[in-house]
């Protein structure tokens, strides 16, 4: 059986001008262990890594934990005064950009329609806006032909990012 002496691994690792290298001692842990961080000790000359005491809570159990938590459902009334904001945010900043021309009711309306959809389906507070519906924005404006998809989906990305989860809060008295 090794020793732990026998297993030590050193490796250099250059430092400022003052110390040339270090050599820094790498045990093998076993895989379960969840090694968060790692302390430098100065012994003599030498610096020493050690890992941290392994968490006292089983992980797995932290990770069942987490994927049973369920988001809250959409509000429907909450998704339609969003959806309007989103679409009066969407019209006046557009309108502003020569790239779209005639075309900004048209890219607006996809715009708005998508988003529309994913509020009323999948929105149930902060921490479930995705970017999904943005990347079709700009998928379904470009196989339209219109102008500037990119753009707009920049522009209701960045609205969603802004705006979304904090107007939940204040719907929700948060």
């Given at each position: 059986?090794?020793?732990?002496?026998?297993?030590?691994?050193?490796?250099?690792?250059?430092?400022?001008?003052?110390?040339?290298?270090?050599?820094?001692?790498?045990?093998?842990?076993?895989?379960?262990?969840?090694?968060?961080?790692?302390?430098?000790?100065?012994?003599?000359?030498?610096?020493?890594?050690?890992?941290?005491?392994?968490?006292?809570?089983?992980?797995?159990?932290?990770?069942?934990?987490?994927?049973?938590?369920?988001?809250?459902?959409?509000?429907?009334?909450?998704?339609?005064?969003?959806?309007?904001?989103?679409?009066?945010?969407?019209?006046?900043?557009?309108?502003?950009?020569?790239?779209?021309?005639?075309?900004?009711?048209e890219v607006v309306?996809?715009?708005?329609?998508?988003?529309?959809?994913?509020?009323?389906?999948e929105y149930g507070?902060?921490?479930?806006?995705?970017?999904?519906?943005?990347?079709?924005?700009?998928?379904?404006?470009?196989?339209?032909?219109?102008?500037?998809?990119?753009?707009?989906?920049?522009?209701?990305?960045?609205?969603?990012?802004?705006?979304?989860?904090?107007?939940?809060?204040?719907?929700?008295?948060?």
């Amino acid at each position: 059986m090794a020793t732990a002496s026998s297993l030590l691994i050193s490796s250099r690792i250059p430092l400022s001008s003052s110390l040339k290298s270090v050599s820094i001692p790498i045990l093998p842990y076993h895989t379960n262990t969840y090694i968060k961080r790692f302390s430098l000790h100065k012994s003599s000359s030498r610096y020493f890594m050690n890992p941290p005491h392994t968490a006292r809570r089983n992980p797995k159990t932290l990770i069942v934990r987490a994927a049973e938590y369920k988001f809250p459902d959409p509000i429907p009334e909450f998704a339609e005064a969003e959806t309007e904001k989103f679409r009066d945010h969407l019209i006046e900043k557009l309108s502003k950009k020569d790239v779209f021309e005639d075309s900004v009711d048209e890219v607006v309306e996809i715009c708005t329609q998508i988003f529309a959809k994913f509020m009323n389906e999948e929105y149930g507070g902060p921490g479930t806006l995705m970017v999904d519906p943005f990347w079709e924005m700009a998928d379904t404006i470009n196989e339209s032909e219109l102008p500037g998809g990119p753009q707009a989906a920049r522009a209701a990305v960045k609205w969603a990012q802004d705006h979304v989860d904090i107007d939940w809060k204040e719907w929700n008295g948060n």
